[in-house]
């Protein structure tokens, strides 16, 4: 609870100090105009400005800002370790599902695989119902019937 109130305190100390200014000026050199605190960790503060939204390290805030913030570097690496931590936690789930999917998608392709298999081999034992000097033109579904010759070379008319 008092941790609670503390940073309420210092959040609202330092939108004071940022209100008070009307420019800030930020150890890159860059200026940002009427900022105010939107979010702060025990890391990082959210600064909204006239030109948009920044988090910034309260690391690489001047030393008067960073007491304002009451920043405690202790604190503040604790919960970076915490937040990788529990990032590493989440993509290795996420990549555990993803596994998962995968596998159970490879096995559908591999049972599928072994039904066409077995169709396959079922339609190649099955006996053909065409003739020796009959041939199908599977676009057509046409069948037709290859003359054989004569004994005397000719071919027959039927």
């Given at each position: 609870?008092?941790?609670?109130?503390?940073?309420?305190?210092?959040?609202?100390?330092?939108?004071?100090?940022?209100?008070?200014?009307?420019?800030?000026?930020?150890?890159?050199?860059?200026?940002?105009?009427?900022p105010y605190i939107i979010d702060r960790?025990p890391a990082t503060v959210s600064i909204?400005?006239?030109?948009?939204?920044?988090?910034?390290?309260?690391?690489?805030?001047?030393?008067?800002?960073?007491?304002?913030?009451?920043?405690?570097?202790?604190?503040?690496?604790?919960?970076?370790?915490?937040?990788?931590?529990?990032?590493?936690?989440?993509?290795?789930?996420?990549?555990?599902?993803?596994?998962?999917?995968?596998?159970?998608?490879?096995?559908?392709?591999?049972?599928?695989?072994?039904?066409?298999?077995?169709?396959?081999?079922?339609?190649?034992?099955?006996?053909?119902?065409?003739?020796?000097?009959?041939?199908?033109?599977?676009?057509?579904?046409?069948?037709?019937?290859?003359?054989?010759?004569?004994?005397?070379?000719?071919?027959?008319?039927?």
């Amino acid at each position: 609870m008092k941790k609670s109130i503390l940073i309420i305190l210092a959040a609202i100390t330092a939108s004071f100090l940022f209100a008070a200014d009307t420019e800030y000026r930020l150890a890159n050199g860059k200026v940002i105009r009427n900022p105010y605190i939107i979010d702060r960790t025990p890391a990082t503060v959210s600064i909204g400005h006239d030109s948009g939204v920044m988090t910034l390290s309260i690391a690489d805030l001047p030393e008067e800002t960073r007491k304002a913030l009451n920043f405690d570097p202790a604190a503040a690496k604790a919960y970076l370790e915490r937040t990788a931590k529990q990032q590493a936690q989440a993509t290795q789930r996420r990549m555990a599902e993803e596994n998962q999917r995968a596998a159970a998608e490879e096995q559908k392709l591999q049972k599928r695989i072994r039904e066409l298999e077995a169709e396959n081999k079922k339609l190649k034992s099955t006996p053909s119902i065409l003739n020796s000097n009959q041939s199908v033109d599977f676009n057509t579904g046409t069948i037709f019937i290859r003359h054989r010759p004569l004994r005397n070379g000719r071919h027959s008319r039927y």
